[in-house]
C-alpha cells in the first residue's frame, strides 16, 4: 500500500485532485471509492492498473502515477499497465520505456513501418525512444549499422568563424546525439562500434555524397558507361558478376572528390563519404561479415602492423556479358597475340610451342580485324567461356608460374604493349581474379579457385602442382582529386554493389542500417529528399523534429513541413504525432508547451479573423 499510494500519501492525492467527485477511503490494505459511478469506475481501473505495475516489478513514481491518470481520463482502449512496462533496453540498472501513450503509439509505428516521421514538441522523447530503438535493433542482429545525424544550423545567431578542425567546428552541433549514445552503452563498446564503423554520427551534409563524380565510369552489360548518363531502367554489373537494375539516379551536386587506388593499381574516383564495403584480417579470422565504411573514415588507418589494412571485395562470378558471334576461335586469338606476330601478309603465324600431348605446332591463321595488339572488343565483352579462352591462349603463348615460395600461385605476363596489358587486366580482373602491376608491361596475376589460367598441359600441371593462391585487393591510397558535380545512383541488388572503374566493386546505398535524423525542421525539402533516397534494403529510417522550432534562414521551407503532404499516401511510411501530453521532462516543460500551444492557436484564429475581415472588404468594394 505503501508503494502504490505513495510516501505520505503523495500517489493519493494526485488521484484525488484529478477525480474530485469520488471520495476514496482507505483501511488497511482496502480501498473503498463512492461517488459519481461512470469516474468510480475509472478510478478503479486506475488502481487496478497501479497494482499490475507494481505487480511488473515497476516502482512508481509522481511522472508515472500521472501518465496512468491521464490514459485514464482519456478512455483509451491501451492499458497503461501494459504501454508503461514495456523494456526497451536496460542499462546499468536503467531502463528506456515508453512513458506515455503516444510514445508507445510512436514505438509501434516506428517497428511495423520503413519511414517514421516523429513530430512533436521538445522533451517528449522523439529522439531518445529512436536511439534506443535503434540500440536494440543493433543488439538483436536485425541490423548491422546505426547512422545518427543532424542538420549543422545555427539556433537563429550568426556564429561567424569557429576555430579547430573541421569535427571540432561540427561536434558541438552532435553532442545530444553522443550523450543519448553514452545513455544506452558502455564507453569501450561505443568506442568499439564507433570504430568498426557500425555506428557513425554525423552532421546531414556528410550524407549528401556517397556518390561518384558523373564523369565516373560504370560496368554495365554492354560495356562502360559514364555514371552520370544513367536513367532509372538500365542495368549495371553486381557483384555477382549479373546485370542489376538501376532504380534510381540521385545528382548530388559538387563535391569534393578523392581517388582511391589499390594495390594492384586499380584506382576509381569517389566522394568522402562514399561507402565501401571492406574486411580487416581480424574480421576474416573471427568470420565476421563485411563491415561498410565512407571513404573518409578510412583515410589515414590503411595499413596495420605493416600490412594492407582494408581488403575490398572481388567479383563473386565472372562477368556475364551477353554471348556474341565472333570471326576466330578465342584462344586461337589468344595464342596469336600472346605469341604471335602479325604481318602485313594473308597469314600470321607464331612461334612453335608445346600442346597438351607434348608435342609441338606451328599454327597459321587468317589476320584479325585490328592492326594493334590488342583484344578485340567483340573478344572482352563476351561470354565468360570466350573471355577465358582468350587469356588462355595469351598465357599458354607468353604467360609463366611465377617460381619462389613468396609468388606461390601467381602467373607472371609480360606483355607486348600497354593496350595489350590493360586488355589482359581487364580479363582476369572480369573473371573475378587481380591483375598487379609490377613493372610497365609486366603483370602478376591471380585467378579464382576453379578458374584454370592454361591449356598447355606443362603450364597447368605446374600451376596446379603450385596452387593458385588467393585474388585480393586492399586499399592503398584515398587522395584529394579536385571538385566535381557528382551523382548517387540505387541499384535493385541484394547488396548494393555494383561494379565502377577497373572492375572495383563498390556501393552507395545504406543497408541492414537503421537511420536516425534528429531536429529535420532544419532541413529543407531537398536535404529532406536527399536523406530519404539513402535509406536502403532492410533498413529503417526515424526523422525527428519540432515545426515550431524552426531556424532555417528566411525564405526557405522546412523539409519537414512539405513531407507530409507527399508522403502521408505512401505504404510502409507514418506519421506519428507527439503533444504536450508527452512532455516526460520537469512537469514545467508540459505547461510551457501547453502555453505556448494556446498562444499559437490564438494567433491562427486571430490571423483567419482578419483574413475573413479582409475578404469582406474586397466583397463590400466590389
Not at 76 to 102: D, F, N, W
Not at 220 to 242: E, K, N, Q, Y
Request: with cysteine.
Amino acid at each position: 500500500m505503501v508503494s502504490l499510494l505513495g510516501t505520505q500519501d503523495e500517489f493519493l492525492r494526485l488521484v484525488e485532485k484529478a477525480f474530485p467527485a469520488t471520495t476514496i477511503h482507505v483501511r488497511g490494505n482496502e480501498i473503498a471509492l463512492a461517488g459519481d459511478p461512470t469516474e468510480t469506475a475509472r478510478v478503479s481501473r486506475l488502481f487496478e492498473e497501479l497494482v499490475l505495475l507494481l505487480g511488473r516489478g515497476q516502482l512508481l513514481d509522481r511522472g508515472m502515477v500521472k501518465q496512468t491518470i491521464r490514459m485514464i481520463r482519456a478512455d483509451e482502449a491501451e492499458r497503461p499497465s501494459e504501454i508503461l512496462s514495456e523494456a526497451l533496453i536496460t542499462h546499468r540498472g536503467r531502463t528506456i520505456r515508453p512513458k506515455t501513450l503516444g510514445q508507445k503509439r510512436y514505438l509501434d509505428a516506428l517497428r511495423e513501418n520503413t519511414v517514421t516521421f516523429g513530430i512533436g514538441p521538445a522533451g517528449t522523447g522523439k529522439t531518445y525512444l529512436a536511439m534506443g530503438a535503434a540500440v536494440q535493433a543493433l543488439r538483436a542482429k536485425q541490423v548491422n549499422r546505426l547512422i545518427l545525424t543532424r542538420p549543422a544550423v545555427e539556433a537563429g545567431e550568426r556564429l561567424g568563424f569557429l576555430p579547430g578542425t573541421l569535427h571540432e567546428k561540427i561536434d558541438p552541433y552532435l553532442k545530444p546525439l553522443w550523450d543519448a549514445l553514452m545513455d544506452m552503452m558502455e564507453a569501450e563498446e561505443l568506442a568499439a562500434h564507433v570504430e568498426r564503423g557500425t555506428i557513425e554520427v554525423a552532421p546531414l551534409a556528410y550524407m549528401r555524397g556517397r556518390a561518384q563524380p558523373v564523369s565516373a565510369q560504370v560496368l554495365t552489360p554492354s560495356g562502360f558507361r559514364a555514371i552520370g548518363d544513367l536513367v532509372p531502367g538500365d542495368h549495371v554489373i553486381g557483384s555477382d558478376g549479373r546485370p542489376t537494375e538501376v532504380l534510381g539516379t540521385f545528382p548530388q551536386g559538387e563535391n569534393d572528390i578523392y581517388r582511391l587506388s589499390s594495390q594492384d593499381g586499380a584506382s576509381t574516383r569517389c566522394t568522402a563519404d562514399h561507402l565501401w564495403s571492406v574486411t580487416t584480417a581480424s574480421d576474416r579470422r573471427r568470420g565476421r561479415p563485411a563491415r561498410v565504411l565512407e571513404s573518409r573514415e578510412m583515410i589515414g588507418k590503411l595499413r596495420a602492423a605493416h600490412a594492407h589494412r582494408y581488403e575490398l571485395p572481388l567479383l563473386s562470378r565472372p562477368v556475364e556479358f551477353e554471348p556474341r558471334e565472333v570471326p576466330m576461335d578465342p584462344y586461337a586469338l589468344g595464342l596469336l597475340l600472346g605469341d604471335g606476330c602479325l604481318t602485313g601478309s594473308t597469314t600470321s603465324s607464331f612461334a612453335t610451342t608445346t600442346t597438351s600431348l607434348g608435342g609441338t605446332a606451328s599454327v597459321a591463321l587468317a589476320p584479325t580485324l585490328r592492326d594493334d595488339r590488342g583484344v578485340p572488343g567483340d573478344y572482352l565483352l563476351n561470354a565468360p567461356d570466350v573471355r577465358l579462352a582468350v587469356l588462355q591462349g595469351i598465357l599458354d603463348g607468353g604467360g609463366e608460374v611465377a617460381p619462389g615460395r613468396r609468388q606461390r600461385g601467381r602467373i607472371r605476363y609480360v606483355a607486348s604493349d600497354a593496350q595489350l596489358g590493360d586488355d589482359v587486366r581487364f580479363l582476369v580482373a572480369s573473371l573475378g581474379g587481380t591483375a598487379t602491376v609490377r613493372d610497365a608491361l609486366v603483370l602478376d596475376l591471380r585467378l579464382p579457385a576453379g578458374v584454370e589460367p592454361f591449356r598447355l598441359g606443362r603450364k597447368l600441371r605446374t600451376y596446379q602442382q603450385h596452387g593458385g593462391g588467393r585474388p585480393a585487393r586492399f586499399i592503398t591510397s584515398i587522395e584529394p582529386d579536385g571538385r566535381e558535380e557528382a551523382v548517387c545512383i540505387r541499384v535493385a541488388a541484394a547488396d548494393s554493389l555494383y561494379v565502377t572503374e577497373d572492375l572495383l566493386v563498390t556501393h552507395n546505398t545504406l543497408n541492414d542500417a537503421f537511420i536516425v535524423l534528429d531536429e529535420a525542421q532544419n532541413t529543407t525539402a531537398e536535404q529532406m529528399k536527399m536523406f530519404l533516397t539513402r535509406i536502403g534494403f532492410n533498413s529503417k529510417a526515424v526523422v525527428t523534429g519540432d515545426v515550431s522550432q524552426v531556424d532555417l534562414p528566411s525564405g526557405k521551407r522546412s523539409g519537414l513541413k512539405v513531407v507530409r503532404e507527399i508522403l502521408g499516401d505512401i505504404e510502409g511510411v507514418a506519421f506519428a504525432e507527439l503533444t504536450s501530453g508527452d512532455v516526460v521532462r520537469h512537469h514545467i516543460v508540459q505547461r510551457i508547451v501547453e502555453a505556448y500551444e494556446l498562444h499559437q492557436a490564438a494567433e491562427d484564429e486571430a490571423e483567419a479573423a482578419r483574413a475573413a475581415a479582409r475578404d469582406a472588404a474586397r466583397d463590400g468594394d466590389r
